[in-house]
């Protein structure tokens, strides 16, 4: 009697291990850096919309009686995990091109503390499980706002009472005719710039152009001194620098750390001749794009 050969049919085989690392590629492409985003150990810094975005990591090691893993406790511990790798990046940011926050915090425990008490409300904004239980856990810190007012040096000044206002709807308070501009945009691409909190511009004979004396202490505090962008395009759409921004190519970053941008001296005298550069600066309306 003739049969048939047959091969039987297999269910495929789920690889767990495969499936985390694709989930975890998935995680990655999820968390690639914007336009504005440096990347730090634990994390990345929207220096456009000062941000810093901090990831913690909670595995399933201990389990309860029942064999199940309590996912407030992993929570929990993630959670601490973010934290304490936003201190660590915290830490590192620079402040300009001779200081760093550890620098400045330095042996002041009460200034430590105003630090850590304000990381603990950074809120969660994500947050994944992957196959072998493990969770990813990210946390999103605001740079400016309390921090800024904290981390600030007093030559950053109150200039006079201002409304607070939000950068993202706020209409221009400078009337653009044909010469005027909103918003001043340094290109500093290819010159090696590292962005900071407190930025300073000076031209190549030492003259300052902008720096912590120009901008109202209430401004810098609300939205920083400037904003850091790589991507040209987004600088021009910004709403910080208006419709009408003035740009600018820097010619060398210099500093200890190369924080300190560096234009000509002509460049610079256009800035200064004009009549709005002290409300564009006052208000901190620039970006950098780096």
């Not at 909670?58 to 929570?75: E, F, G």
Request: proline share 6%; glycine share 8%; with cysteine.
């Amino acid at each position: 009697m003739y049969r048939k050969s047959f091969r039987p049919i297999r269910e495929p085989i789920v690889n767990i291990r495969l499936l985390g690392v694709i989930l975890l590629v998935i995680m990655v492409v999820m968390a690639m850096p914007g336009p504005a985003e440096e990347i730090l150990s634990h994390g990345q810094v929207d220096w456009l919309n000062g941000t810093i975005k901090a990831t913690g990591v909670a595995h399933p090691q201990s389990k309860d009686s029942d064999n199940s893993v309590d996912p407030r406790k992993m929570l929990s511990v993630a959670k601490v995990s973010a934290q304490q790798n936003l201190l660590e990046m915290i830490m590192q940011l620079r402040v300009s091109s001779t200081d760093r926050v550890d620098t400045r915090v330095g042996s002041d425990q009460l200034f430590m503390a105003k630090i850590q008490e304000s990381i603990k409300n950074a809120p969660v904004i994500k947050q994944a499980y992957l196959s072998d239980g493990t969770l990813w856990l990210t946390i999103e810190f605001g740079l400016w706002g309390a921090f800024a007012q904290l981390i600030l040096p007093p030559e950053v000044k109150q200039i006079e009472t201002i409304t607070p206002i939000d950068p993202s709807t706020k209409k221009d308070k400078i009337k653009s005719g044909k010469s005027g501009w909103t918003g001043l945009i340094v290109d500093a691409r290819g010159v090696g710039l590292k962005p900071a909190i407190v930025p300073y511009i000076i031209d190549n004979l030492g003259g300052k152009v902008y720096g912590p004396e120009f901008i109202n202490r209430d401004f810098a505090v609300q939205w920083g001194m400037c904003g850091y962008t790589f991507d040209m395009d987004a600088a021009l759409k910004n709403d910080r620098v208006g419709q009408n921004p003035l740009t600018m190519k820097a010619i060398r970053a210099t500093g200890p750390e190369p924080t300190e941008i560096v234009i000509n001296a002509t460049d610079a005298s256009r800035i200064r001749a004009a009549s709005e550069h002290v409300i564009v600066l006052r208000e901190g309306r620039v970006i950098v794009v780096y």
